[in-house]
DNA sequence: AAGAGTTCCAACCGCGGTGTG
DNA sequence: CCACACCGCGGTTGGAACTCT
């Protein structure tokens, strides 16, 4: 059966996007919704395949685009997420409001990559080097890996869950929402417009694999041993610390949008943010995977705060045993993820 | 100032899944 | 069941922008 050529036409437009084209694709979305991909050029008057558009449209015409750097807190999101799920930048980007899987993937692959491979963690198994692990953590370390596949085939399951229930949200700039709502807000959505038959928004269980991963770190022998936590798994929130905006440890310097990330995944926090910074009352409650050290590491300034990762003289990680920065780095980085599951409000389902 | 090297990201390519006649 | 068309996804690329020497 040969599958037919499609962007191959003569004479069809290739290349960057102009702005007159720009403005013919949105204002004809915007007045008659897209369709058929494969019919709207013609009907909006572009000489672009239907494909072109879809692209055009859905990685940057699109309005709840957010545009501009990435913060620390979707950075935490995007690597724990691609932990559990791997290179499925659909599904990760239904946890990150208003970023594409496009412009999720660009940021992986130009940036958090790069940083994890300086920290000596294996970007696509998110495992330490494995030269630096001994035997019997080489077998838990592949116990667990199994157990992963698990739970990330189930988030996924998830994940497809949320998407069948946004396609059922008739109008159809809903429907353009896309990627950014939250499941619970699709649901609601779809609760309002349509008939009341989806099943309420799937309350994911503990994430026990990660749980079970921590503990093998944990029981590791001495050499690798981690000093004692100070992140406990059944703390669900921490007091955090902070003097003024974007100076807290973790916090880059668009607070406000991280903020507004907590809240719409309904994090906790206790006070008033402004109120805290207006009066100087500085003990807000957050999930403790924002102090955790991962948001120090992916700092761009790490190579300060750890010589040993991006080539000073600490630690020994040509050896077999990593440095005791290395050492709580790992630790924390699997705290973070587990954290990220473990911290998921009740009202909300994490896919 | 200029050329070389690097980074970044919008856009393209091709595959697989799914719907339809 | 088959053939085909459409759509969405992940991988890759080309060139603009930026940085370094």
Redesign the pocket.
Known sequence: ????????KVGL?????TPEE?HKLLAYIEQYG???????PAKAGLE?????C???W????RPDIK???FSLQEEQTIIQLHAL?????????THLPKR????I???W???LK?RLTKMGIDPMTHKPKSHALSPSQLKDVANLSHMAQWEGARLEAEARLV?ESKLQVSNPFQTQLG?SASAQFVYEATMTTTAPLLPPPIQPLCLDVLTAWQGSWLNAPKCNEFPATSVTLDSLTSTFNFSRKGEATGLSSNFPDEMEILQLQGMAYSTDIDDSLATGNENILLPNFMEAGLAEILLDNSSQLYPSITGGNYGNVAGSCYGDFEVEENKNYWNNILNLVNCWPSGLPLF
Do not use: F, Q
């Open positions: 059966m040969g599958r037919s050529p499609r962007c191959e437009k290739k290349g960057p996007w720009d897209h369709g058929s991909w494969r019919a709207l672009r395949c239907g494909k072109s879809r692209l055009r859905t990685n940057y015409l545009r501009g750097k799920l791997g290179n499925r930048w659909s599904v990760i980007a594409t899987d496009n412009e993937k660009n940021h692959n130009t940036h790069k998407r990627s």
